[in-house]
Every structure is written in structure tokens, then in C-alpha cells.
């Protein structure tokens, strides 16, 4: 009775006694890689009786390290690896969600690996290279987890761009910076070497996008290059034949070759002046081939007159004033103008052209008048009578010559010029006022009096009513008192007296700011000059 009571106890501590066991000879769950590892029959799978994990038992599982191992190559090979155990940095039993390999991304050393990452592949991450995809060992490719099986070629990893039509060492061309662009090409080994524009042109504008295989690359083989026209279009419509190094450079299109053979002088417009220096596209718009009109100059040129000198029946043109060498020049001669309707004379032969027909702005060379007043500001209208230049004419006057040339007689007037009269200008009796380039002027209703014009020096010692008249003493020739006879005054000079110096009896005065000769003496007693 007593053992049927036990019999439970014992059916579960059977039942309990493998787990019972395991646990007291495992110290964990293995990763989920070694997870087929598991059970107490498969303990020397990895272990040795006796003893610890055996490195030797993990390479005969792991066959594809062992044999790197064995060929020298990886980072196993490496002095950071080279001595120790695998356990102590692959050691198991932590569980299911164990990670057995463990790596710090940004602290791995790379070249241990035995392949360094430069340029962008320094910001590549790990999972970016090391996929499945990229193995090419089947066996390492069926592995769920790994770091091994990556070659070191370019294309194990990157498409082929250009479709085998390149060869495959790639860094025969490009770097590790950028697949764009390609510095280590030289095209200067290449076929076809560039010069000129050729070194600017983006390679897309030679090398077209073609298809292969379903997807577009860039050729960069079997193309043609033996002549211009086998990438650039022919203009000319091949009327020069397609040989364009005879004209063009590979500098620019639009410069011609230093040594090029075409001679525009063998058409039917020879160019000369400054129309040698012209760009070809300057008249040849559209094809160089199509024909121009070049008869008259304003079939290219504006007509920068403006008809002004087309006549009714005919075309005038510009070479009859104008040469090649360049516009602003003219070969329109004095010899011609003096045959005009406005012959030159004096100091309009002097005068610019521009002067006279570009007043206004515009070139005006039809309504020029022929009056001095047409071109010159009349200076003085509203001042001198008509009568003296009827239709505002200054040549009354003024001489072509020179305008300061004045010709007016003045005996014509009521007031002659005579003595020192007829020196001064006439802008020193009838000019005046502070501004030169404003004067006020005077031609009529002017006093004769001395006085009006000159200082009277004396005082008014002569004045009679108010006035002084110096003629009565002085003529026009000079300042000089030649008409002043003593005899006639209150005081006639006798004996010594009239061999006296005038200065010893009429002394000089002073007056405010200047000072004067007093004539008119009073006192004749001899006591007030003795």
C-alpha cells in the first residue's frame, strides 16, 4: 500500500529528471545559430571531455573560415586575432537572442579585414556591403548569419554602368570618392585627345546614353571620330566639303582657323576695312551659304540718316561719304561743301561738322538755314535798333572770320569815334553788369558827358550846373590838359610864375580812399604861397 501511495512522486520525477539534468550540466541556451547544437548528446560536437571549447572544433563546422585561415586572408589572420582562443570573443550559452558576433561599427578597424575602406566607402554602413547577395561562395551565401564571402572587386558589389563595354578594373578610371567624375581617366591616352572647347564640353555631350540588356549606360567605346561632322551638324549643308579644320578651330566654332585657307575675297563681296574684322555670324545670320544682299550699304547697315540723303529716283549710298575704315569718319571735303548751297568761309571752315548739323541731337543735314540766327543766338535782339541790322543780319557787324571782328561804323550814329575812342571794344561802352555771361546791354539812349563813362578825377571843380566838361581841358587823343589855357583864368602867370612847376602851386589833397589836385585856389595873395 505503501508504494502505490509513492508511485506519483516517482512518474514525476522522471518526467522532471532530463530537465533536471540539463540544467545542472548547461549554463544556458545557445544562440540562435548553434540552436541545432542543442541536447546533452550533442555536447562534444564543440567540447572535448575534460576540457573547454576546442578551436579546432569550430573550424571543422565553420569549413569557410578554416580555409581563409589556412590561406592567410581575413581578419582572423590578423595580429588582433592571431593567438586567440574563439572562444573568447564568440563564447555561447546566453541565450536564443544572443549575438555571437558583435561589432561596433564606428570602432572597427577595417584593414584588419585586409581590404581598407577609403572615401565613400568610409560612410558606408556594414549591412550596405554585407549581404547575401554580393557572395559569390554558395555555401557562405547559405549561411544565416556572416561577414565572409565578399571579394574585393568593384563589381561583386556595383553594377556594371557600362555594360562590358569598358574593361572591369575600375579604378582604372574612377576612385573611392565618387563614381562621378572619373579622375583617373586620361584622355590625353584615349584615340581621340581634346583640345580647345572640347576640354570644357561635358562628356554626356560625346558619349550618348545607350540600352543594354535593359539598361541605359553610357558608351564610351566604338564611336566615331574621324571627322567634325560625325558629332557636329553641317551647317553649310556640305557646300564646303566636311573638312571644317580648313575654316574652324577647335578653340570655338565662330574663330577661324589662324591657318584657314577660305579667302572671302573669291566671292562676290571682297572684304575690306573694318568689315575684315567682322564675325561671320555679324551678317550671316542664319546658313553661312545663304545669299545676302550687299549692293548698298544700308542692305546691312541702318540708315543712320534716315533718308535724309536718298534722293526721289534713286538709291544714295553711304560710300559717297563714307569709307569702310569706319563710320565716324567722313570723305565728305571742304572743296565739296563749297559747292553746296552753304559755301564756308572765315571760321566756319574750322568748325566740326557736328556743330552745325548735330544741334539738335540727330544728325540734320536737309533744314540747316543759311542766317546767322539759324545756328547763333541772336545776343543782341531787343537792344539794338533794326534799322542798323535789318532781319537780324550780323554780318552788318560781325565778320566770319572771327565774332570778336567787328566792322560797325560808328560815324553813322550821333556820337564819332575819334582819338582813344576808338580802341576800347564795343563791349566797354555798351556791355555791363557783374555776370560776362549775362551783360546788360546798351545801345541807345547812352549820355555823351565824359563823366557817364570816365571818373571825374577833380572833384567837380570844373562842374558848370551840375556837369563837367572835360573837352574844355582835354581831347580824345589823350588825357593830357593840352586845350587849358592859364591866361584865361582868374590868376594869368607872369614873370617866374609861369616858369613854375604846376605841382608848386596846386598841391595834392587827400580825399576818402584816394586823393586829388586842387586847381581852384581861392587865395591869391602872395603870402598864402611865399
Given at each position: 500500500?505503501?508504494?502505490?501511495?509513492?508511485?506519483?512522486?516517482?512518474?514525476?520525477?522522471?518526467?522532471?529528471?532530463?530537465?533536471?539534468?540539463?540544467?545542472?550540466?548547461?549554463?544556458?541556451?545557445?544562440?540562435?545559430?548553434?540552436?541545432?547544437?542543442?541536447?546533452?548528446?550533442k555536447?562534444?560536437?564543440?567540447?572535448?571531455?575534460?576540457?573547454?571549447?576546442?578551436?579546432?572544433?569550430?573550424?571543422?563546422?565553420?569549413?569557410?573560415?578554416?580555409?581563409r585561415?589556412?590561406?592567410?586572408?581575413?581578419?582572423?589572420?590578423?595580429?588582433?586575432?592571431?593567438?586567440?582562443?574563439?572562444?573568447?570573443?564568440?563564447?555561447?550559452?546566453?541565450?536564443?537572442?544572443?549575438?555571437?558576433?558583435?561589432?561596433?561599427?564606428?570602432?572597427?578597424?577595417?584593414?584588419?579585414?585586409?581590404?581598407?575602406?577609403?572615401?565613400?566607402?568610409?560612410?558606408?554602413?556594414?549591412?550596405?556591403?554585407?549581404?547575401?547577395?554580393?557572395?559569390?561562395?554558395?555555401?557562405?551565401?547559405?549561411?544565416?548569419?556572416?561577414?565572409?564571402?565578399?571579394?574585393?572587386?568593384?563589381?561583386?558589389?556595383?553594377?556594371?554602368?557600362?555594360?562590358?563595354?569598358?574593361?572591369?578594373?575600375?579604378?582604372?578610371?574612377h576612385?573611392?570618392?565618387?563614381?562621378?567624375?572619373?579622375?583617373?581617366?586620361?584622355?590625353?591616352?584615349?584615340?581621340f585627345?581634346?583640345?580647345?572647347?572640347?576640354?570644357?564640353?561635358?562628356?554626356?555631350?560625346?558619349?550618348?546614353?545607350?540600352?543594354?540588356?535593359?539598361?541605359?549606360?553610357?558608351?564610351?567605346?566604338?564611336?566615331?571620330?574621324?571627322?567634325?561632322?560625325?558629332?557636329?551638324?553641317?551647317?553649310?549643308?556640305?557646300?564646303?566639303?566636311?573638312?571644317?579644320?580648313?575654316?574652324?578651330?577647335?578653340?570655338?566654332?565662330?574663330?577661324?582657323?589662324?591657318n584657314?585657307?577660305?579667302?572671302?575675297?573669291?566671292?562676290?563681296?571682297?572684304?575690306?576695312?573694318?568689315?575684315?574684322?567682322?564675325?561671320?555670324?555679324?551678317?550671316?545670320?542664319?546658313?553661312?551659304t545663304?545669299?545676302?544682299?550687299?549692293?548698298?550699304?544700308?542692305?546691312?547697315?541702318?540708315?543712320?540718316?534716315?533718308?535724309?540723303?536718298?534722293?526721289?529716283?534713286?538709291?544714295?549710298?553711304?560710300?559717297?561719304?563714307?569709307?569702310?575704315?569706319?563710320?565716324?569718319?567722313?570723305?565728305?571735303?571742304?572743296?565739296?561743301?563749297?559747292?553746296?548751297?552753304?559755301?564756308?568761309?572765315?571760321?566756319?571752315?574750322?568748325?566740326?561738322?557736328?556743330?552745325?548739323?548735330?544741334?539738335?541731337?540727330d544728325?540734320?543735314?536737309?533744314?540747316?538755314?543759311?542766317?546767322?540766327?539759324?545756328?547763333?543766338?541772336?545776343?543782341?535782339?531787343?537792344?539794338?535798333?533794326?534799322s542798323?541790322?535789318?532781319?537780324?543780319?550780323?554780318?552788318?557787324?560781325?565778320?566770319?572770320?572771327?565774332?570778336?571782328?567787328?566792322?560797325?561804323?560808328?560815324n553813322?550814329?550821333?556820337?564819332?569815334?575819334q582819338?582813344?575812342?576808338?580802341?576800347?571794344?564795343?563791349?566797354?561802352?555798351?556791355?555791363?553788369?557783374?555776370?560776362?555771361?549775362?551783360?546788360?546791354?546798351?545801345?541807345?539812349?547812352?549820355?555823351?558827358?565824359?563823366?557817364?563813362?570816365?571818373?571825374?578825377?577833380?572833384?567837380?571843380?570844373?562842374?558848370?550846373?551840375?556837369l563837367?566838361?572835360?573837352?574844355?581841358?582835354?581831347?580824345?587823343?589823350?588825357?593830357?590838359?593840352?586845350?587849358?589855357?592859364?591866361?584865361?583864368?582868374?590868376?594869368?602867370?607872369?614873370?617866374?610864375?609861369?616858369?613854375?612847376?604846376?605841382?608848386?602851386c596846386?598841391?595834392?589833397?587827400?580825399?576818402?580812399?584816394?586823393?586829388?589836385?586842387?586847381?581852384?585856389?581861392?587865395?591869391?595873395?602872395?603870402?598864402?604861397?611865399?
Amino acid at each position: 500500500m505503501k508504494l502505490k501511495s509513492q508511485l506519483p512522486v516517482l512518474a514525476l520525477l522522471l518526467w522532471f529528471w532530463p530537465l533536471f539534468l540539463k540544467a545542472q550540466l548547461s549554463p544556458g541556451d545557445l544562440c540562435e545559430p548553434h540552436a541545432h547544437l542543442e541536447g546533452l548528446s550533442k555536447c562534444t560536437l564543440c567540447h572535448t571531455l575534460g576540457n573547454k571549447v576546442s578551436d579546432q572544433k569550430c573550424l571543422d563546422c565553420h569549413q569557410a573560415l578554416d580555409r581563409r585561415i589556412k590561406a592567410s586572408k581575413g581578419y582572423h589572420t590578423s595580429a588582433e586575432v592571431v593567438g586567440k582562443s574563439c572562444v573568447s570573443c564568440h563564447n555561447d550559452h546566453h541565450g536564443r537572442n544572443f549575438q555571437i558576433i558583435r561589432f561596433e561599427e564606428n570602432k572597427f578597424d577595417h584593414r584588419l579585414a585586409g581590404y581598407p575602406l577609403e572615401g565613400a566607402h568610409q560612410k558606408t554602413a556594414c549591412r550596405d556591403c554585407h549581404q547575401k547577395k554580393f557572395i559569390a561562395d554558395s555555401e557562405i551565401a547559405a549561411q544565416k548569419y556572416t561577414f565572409l564571402g565578399l571579394d574585393t572587386e568593384c563589381l561583386s558589389c556595383h553594377d556594371d554602368y557600362h555594360q562590358q563595354s569598358l574593361p572591369a578594373d575600375c579604378l582604372s578610371c574612377h576612385d573611392f570618392n565618387a563614381f562621378k567624375p572619373a579622375p583617373q581617366f586620361n584622355h590625353d591616352k584615349a584615340k581621340f585627345i581634346l583640345l580647345g572647347k572640347h576640354l570644357e564640353t561635358a562628356c554626356e555631350e560625346c558619349h550618348p546614353t545607350t540600352q543594354r540588356n535593359g539598361k541605359t549606360f553610357q558608351q564610351f567605346n566604338n564611336l566615331k571620330f574621324g571627322k567634325c561632322t560625325d558629332c557636329h551638324e553641317d551647317v553649310h549643308d556640305n557646300k564646303f566639303g566636311n573638312d571644317c579644320k580648313k575654316c574652324h578651330s577647335e578653340v570655338s566654332f565662330r574663330q577661324l582657323n589662324k591657318n584657314h585657307v577660305f579667302d572671302h575675297n573669291r566671292t562676290s563681296y571682297p572684304l575690306e576695312g573694318r568689315h575684315a574684322t567682322v564675325a561671320c555670324a555679324a551678317c550671316h545670320k542664319k546658313r553661312i551659304t545663304d545669299p545676302l544682299r550687299f549692293r548698298y550699304c544700308i542692305d546691312c547697315h541702318e540708315d543712320y540718316h534716315r533718308g535724309q540723303f536718298t534722293a526721289s529716283a534713286a538709291t544714295a549710298d553711304c560710300e559717297a561719304c563714307h569709307t569702310t575704315e569706319g563710320f565716324g569718319s567722313s570723305t565728305y571735303t571742304l572743296e565739296r561743301h563749297q559747292q553746296s548751297g552753304y559755301p564756308l568761309n572765315g571760321a566756319h571752315q574750322a568748325t566740326a561738322c557736328s556743330e552745325c548739323h548735330q544741334k539738335s541731337g540727330d544728325w540734320n543735314f536737309r533744314d540747316i538755314g543759311r542766317q546767322c540766327v539759324d545756328c547763333h543766338a541772336d545776343l543782341h535782339q531787343g537792344f539794338i535798333p533794326d534799322s542798323y541790322y535789318p532781319a537780324s543780319a550780323c554780318t552788318n557787324c560781325h565778320s566770319e572770320e572771327s565774332w570778336a571782328s567787328i566792322r560797325f561804323d560808328h560815324n553813322l550814329t550821333s556820337y564819332p569815334l575819334q582819338g582813344r575812342h576808338q580802341g576800347p571794344s564795343c563791349r566797354a561802352c555798351h556791355f555791363s553788369g557783374q555776370d560776362p555771361a549775362k551783360p546788360v546791354q546798351r545801345f541807345s539812349g547812352l549820355s555823351q558827358q565824359c563823366s557817364a563813362c570816365h571818373q571825374d578825377n577833380h572833384q567837380g571843380q570844373f562842374d558848370r550846373d551840375g556837369l563837367t566838361d572835360c573837352l574844355r581841358c582835354h581831347d580824345p587823343s589823350n588825357w593830357k590838359a593840352e586845350k587849358f589855357d592859364h591866361t584865361k583864368t582868374r590868376f594869368p602867370l607872369e614873370g617866374k610864375h609861369a616858369q613854375a612847376a604846376c605841382g608848386d602851386c596846386h598841391k595834392t589833397l587827400p580825399v576818402t580812399g584816394k586823393s586829388y589836385v586842387l586847381y581852384k585856389i581861392n587865395d591869391f595873395r602872395c603870402e598864402a604861397c611865399h
